[in-house]
């Protein structure tokens, strides 16, 4: 079957716009997560999706970030305003919640932003 | 918190030689799971080989396997046989197993590994 796919694979905006990066999970998996990826770290925790609502946000740096997931499929994570330190590889995950995947994370290829 | 550390930024090997990359990691909780994911410059994190923290018995996948020390908090990957297609940035990462936890993966800064001709 499908894997997670991400549009756009690469973005490049301006500084001060904003920006819409969309995550399309594995078909029936009920957690959806947004990772950040700065050139030469590994990937840190921006938020976590249990069906529609958001269950734990903890990771987003700041309140020009926010994502939704309206009907428990599809994510959207947006930046408003973007800064030049946004520049990142964007990574979302899908995980089933049962099943011999249980708790194992499925990765997109990632969304590039470049902030001009 | 819970912290990961991979102490080798780079490592390279021969093709068909047999490479260890080490990750240690912080954390005061009991129950728990690691993973080691291989990044290749396609930017795709491809799960290679996870571990539960209650299972005694180092994990294995074909060619890939850990030694899982719990006491001393270090999980290494083994790759035997190396092949050109091993070449890629390997993390290391835990999540907590804890009832009601986010099941977030928190990741080492990665290891760089170079399979040589």
């Known amino acids: 079957g499908a894997g997670v796919s991400q549009t756009p694979s690469n973005k490049v905006t301006e500084k001060g716009k904003y920006v819409e990066l969309r995550c399309d999970p594995i078909?029936?998996?009920?957690?959806l997560y947004w990772y950040r990826q700065s050139l030469g770290q590994g990937p840190e925790f921006l938020i976590y999706f249990q069906g529609t609502g958001a269950a734990d946000d903890s990771g987003l740096p700041n309140d020009r970030f926010f994502a939704v997931r309206p009907e428990g499929s599809v994510s959207t994570l947006k930046i408003q305003r973007t800064e030049r330190g946004d520049s990142a590889v964007y990574l979302c995950a899908s995980s089933p919640m049962s099943g011999m995947h249980y708790n194992e994370q499925f990765f997109g290829p990632g969304t590039r932003l470049t902030v001009l | 918190a819970q912290t990961v550390t991979q102490s080798q930024p780079e490592m390279s090997v021969q093709e068909a030689e047999t490479v260890t990359l080490s990750c240690t990691y912080d954390?005061?909780?009991?129950?728990?799971?690691l993973f080691w994911y291989k990044q290749p410059p396609s930017r795709q994190m491809i799960l290679v080989i996870r571990q539960e923290a209650y299972k005694q018995q180092n994990a294995t996948e074909n060619r890939f396997s850990v030694n899982f020390q719990k006491a001393a908090k270090s999980f290494s990957l083994k790759i035997s046989d190396s092949q050109l297609g091993d070449t890629a940035m390997y993390f290391c990462?835990?999540?907590?197993?804890?009832?009601?936890?986010?099941?977030?993966?928190?990741f080492g800064t990665g290891t760089l590994l170079a399979v040589q001709p």
């Open positions: 954390t005061s909780e009991s129950n728990y799971y």
């Open positions: 078909s029936g998996h009920t957690a």
């Open positions: 990462a835990f999540m907590r197993a804890s009832g009601g936890a986010t099941n977030k993966l928190i």
